[in-house]
């Protein structure tokens, strides 16, 4: 039997929003998306034995900053992305701390008597 299956309810809830908020992350994290570039040339080389080529996300990003006409519009687009690497970094960890509180929520949902 389940202990208490209000405290079940939220840490599922807690868990699946924890689940979102570091899903969401990670595509912003400027550090994952080289870790998954990174991968995936490895993929491409290992398996299809193809020369990997610039993956599409990284590409854009870089064909965003070339296409400004001044340094001043490069350096703006280059600190949008460190302030999202930031919020993205922010919002991973506050992913973790609610994994971590969910899991603690289910385990006293199932075992607290």
């Known amino acids: 039997m389940i202990a208490s299956p209000t405290l079940l309810v939220v840490g599922l809830v807690l868990l699946a929003?924890?689940?979102?908020?570091?899903?969401?992350?990670s595509s912003?994290?400027?550090?994952?998306?080289?870790?998954?570039?990174a991968l995936s040339a490895a993929w491409t080389l290992l398996w299809k034995r193809q020369r990997p080529g610039v993956p599409e996300e990284l590409s854009t990003r870089v064909?965003?900053?070339?296409?400004q006409g001044t340094h001043v519009g490069k350096a703006k687009i280059v600190a949008g992305y460190a302030v999202?690497?930031?919020?993205?970094?922010?919002a991973s960890l506050a992913g973790l701390l609610l994994f971590g509180l969910a899991v603690v929520l289910l385990a006293l949902a199932v075992f607290w008597r």
């Open 63 to 67: 064909d965003e900053v070339r296409a």
């Open 28 to 37: 912003r994290n400027l550090k994952d998306v080289a870790i998954g570039a």
């Open 84 to 90: 999202k690497h930031f919020v993205a970094v922010v």
């Open 17 to 25: 929003v924890a689940v979102l908020l570091m899903n969401w992350a």
